[in-house]
């Protein structure tokens, strides 16, 4: 047989492409491989964290219920659905994929453990994250008078001193402040670590003074710092142990409602009252009379500017919450929830971050709670009728003339509604 | 003919490598970017939501109390990096980071508008807003290789 040297080269050179080709096809195999197992790799790494992430809402789900069971059922823990089990009480909830177990214990100082679970992307293991939350009962009345920065008391005779509006024996027939019946639970603090953070002059303080640590207090010109025996006793100064540097005042963030209705209102020429029933309500300005009668919110957008004999009237069993965003408020010469004996736990004012300033002018009469932390608060005049009654928690705060300052011990006991987080630690 | 063929494989084979070659360092720069963003948000955002308060702030550097401890996150212009510092530990956790910058606001909503948070200081920030941009060069250019990133994280803890 003869083969033909033609047919040789073909098969060879047929060889030599099949090589070629499958070279080229191995190498392009090979980057599709690893370009796919890249791929692959990234996308699992994308749905692991974006469950990782997930599970974070599903943690603060838990903390959420958790919270909102303390504050509806602040003594009885076992209600709705929550269990007690060897020294905490807990509950599980199912959402979406997954599911959170969260426990409660320690009811002075309430300790949140939220733990969630998701399923992990392509298996049928858990996801898992777990936080643990203190909180503690959320009170912006404060202890007194209040303040972030620096609080400024030199006018010509200041007072400040305390009474209970909920006691018989340090208050009047009505539950008012009455002079007979003081008591010497005042505070005044600032957080403020610098030297002269509080300064005193001649003020008379039935209570104790205290500054941020490092701080200290100017030094008493006529003043008096101390218990009612101190102050029976005739000594100028302040009373050993009435004098600290651990202010540490909380200044929580204000949970304003978003918005509310148009207030009814009674127009008489240029002036007019607002009639508040039960509701949220909303105003640009207030310059005219508030009377309340039920439960109500009021949202003062722009200008707050009000005065008169009875510039807010609060009849009996009512309540008003005034959200200020105006940047300047202003407290005319008039009564705020002073007439029909009204008791400072019923007029709370909430100044917004946006209410940098407030003032209180001429003589005031007004029962009732200041929390502006943004705001700095200038109370002048002064010196006839019951001036202020309550509490006030500010950015700082100064005091001219001769203001009169009454703290309602009741206030610390009957704290405000809700919680706030004093501490957040993952797991 | 051989040869002519041969060439015409090895021309293509060439520029086969050398585009899947730039395709896998694209790729592999944008999955690069998007692990280590991945991974410096999950740690800033753990720390800042559990941080007890804003110590100082700049909107290149902004420092965080912790407990007993400060962390501290800093964007280094010259080395083009963001990094984290806890006490005296250092760790890089953005690398070939073109800009980046803090921002700091307030919790409570603005007068009218949700979810809009008024500007803060040092003494009442409740939220703080991280931004970056990162890149990687591919035989010297940007293309298809930037990540930029932005995620605000609230203060969790609210009194004392």
């Known amino acids: 047989m003869k083969i033909s040297p033609v047919s040789i080269r073909k098969s060879r050179s047929q060889g030599n492409v099949l090589l070629v080709a499958l070279v080229v096809a191995g190498v392009t195999g090979l980057a599709l491989v690893s370009y796919l197992s890249l791929i692959s790799n990234q996308s699992a790494m994308t749905a692991r964290s974006q469950t990782w992430n997930s599970a974070m809402p599903l943690v603060e789900a838990g903390v959420e219920e958790a919270l909102a069971h303390v504050t509806q059922s602040p003594d009885k823990w076992d209600t709705n659905g929550w269990t007690w089990t060897s020294g905490f009480y807990w509950v599980q909830r199912n959402m979406g994929d997954g599911y959170y177990f969260v426990t409660l214990s320690n009811k002075s100082e309430p300790v949140i453990v939220s733990k969630a679970y998701l399923r992990a992307p392509l298996s049928s293991n858990y996801i898992s994250r777990t936080v643990r939350v203190s909180v503690r009962n959320k009170n912006t009345a404060g202890p007194g008078i209040g303040a972030q920065k620096g609080i400024d008391m030199n006018g010509n005779k200041l007072y400040v001193d305390s009474f209970d509006s909920t006691d018989p024996t340090h208050s009047d027939a009505n539950g008012s402040y009455d002079p007979t019946e003081r008591k010497a639970g005042a505070t005044v603090a600032s957080n403020l670590g610098i030297q002269d953070a509080v300064s005193l002059g001649n003020a008379d303080i039935w209570g104790r003074v205290a500054t941020g640590i490092g701080g200290s207090i100017d030094a008493l010109k006529n003043g008096v710092v101390g218990s009612a025996a101190f102050h029976a006793s005739g000594t100028i100064g302040i009373e050993t142990g009435y004098a600290s540097t651990d202010a540490d005042l909380p200044f929580p963030p204000i949970e304003a409602p978003l918005m509310g209705s148009s207030p009814p209102m009674v127009t008489s020429g240029s002036s007019y009252t607002l009639l508040l029933t039960n509701g949220v309500f909303e105003i640009g300005s207030l310059k005219g009379e508030i009377e309340v009668h039920g439960n109500a919110t009021l949202i003062v957008r722009t200008e707050f500017d009000i005065k008169g004999n009875n510039a807010i009237r609060i009849a009996p069993g009512g309540h008003l919450d005034l959200y200020v965003y105006a940047s300047s408020a202003s407290f005319g010469a008039g009564s705020y929830n002073y007439s029909d004996g009204g008791k400072a736990k019923d007029l709370r004012y909430y100044g917004m971050p946006s209410n940098t300033y407030l003032s209180f002018n001429g003589n005031t009469s007004f029962v009732g709670v200041i929390y502006a932390p943004q705001a700095h608060v200038d109370m002048n005049g002064g010196g006839v009728g019951v001036n202020y009654a309550g509490s006030l928690m500010a950015k700082s705060i100064k005091l001219n003339g001769a203001y009169a300052f009454h703290y309602d011990e009741a206030l610390a006991k009957l704290g405000s509604p809700g919680f706030v987080v004093t501490s957040w630690n993952e797991l | ?160």
Request: charged letters at 20%; glycine letters at 6%.
């Open chain 2, 1 to 160: 003919m051989a040869v002519g063929v041969g060439c015409l494989v090895m021309t293509a084979l060439a520029a086969f490598t050398l585009y899947s070659t730039r395709f896998f360092l694209t790729l592999r720069n944008c999955v690069d970017l998007d692990g280590q963003a991945r991974h410096a948000v999950d740690r800033m955002s753990q720390e800042i939501r559990q941080a007890d308060r804003v110590i100082s702030y700049d909107p290149q550097k902004i420092s965080f109390a912790m407990g007993t401890n400060t962390v501290t996150y800093v964007y280094d212009a010259n080395g083009k990096s963001l990094l984290r510092y806890w006490g005296d530990r250092k760790n890089v956790l953005l690398s070939g980071c073109d800009s980046a910058r803090f921002d700091i606001f307030m919790r409570q909503a603005t007068n009218a508008v949700y979810e809009t948070f008024p500007a803060a200081t040092v003494d009442n920030a409740k939220v703080v807003q991280i931004t970056w941009s990162c890149s990687r060069s591919v035989l010297g250019t940007k293309e298809n290789t930037e990540s930029m990133q932005s995620a605000q994280v609230v203060i969790r803890k609210q009194g004392k």
